[in-house]
């Protein structure tokens, strides 16, 4: 799965419904020049939140490379989310 993400509101990268089996995630920072700091957790409806990641700062122009739990929504039941630190946050990501 490949998406570009911008802006602070929190985005679902897999909902519990879905299908999709990832066992890691690329995520690189392509706003030209800020950095932006990386929220990303798993989460049941009306859990929790379990980080992945927690406020991670990401350079411009530089790529993160990390592995993922055992993660499938559809068996787990939970969703996979990222928030970004600001507004003007641009980010591609992208699952396998």
């Known amino acids: ?15 519990k419904e879905d299908d999709i089996t990832a066992r890691s995630i690329h995520i ?3 706003h030209a020049s800020d950095s932006v700091s990386v929220n ?9 939140a379990i980080y992945i990641l927690k406020n991670v700062s990401i350079p411009s122009g ?3 490379q990390t592995g993922l739990p055992t993660f499938d929504g559809s ?21 396998t």
């Not at 799965?1 to 909902?15: E, F, G, P, Q, W």
């Not at 990303?40 to 929790?48: D, K, N, P």
């Open 1 to 15: 799965m490949r998406s570009s993400i911008s802006t602070a509101l929190t985005k679902s990268l897999i909902d």
């Open 28 to 30: 690189t920072n392509t």
């Open 40 to 48: 990303l957790y798993m989460q049941r409806a009306g859990g929790s």
């Open 62 to 64: 530089v790529s993160l």
């Open 75 to 95: 068996i787990n039941k939970d969703g996979l989310f990222i928030k970004l630190s600001a507004v003007d946050s641009t980010v591609d990501v992208i699952l």
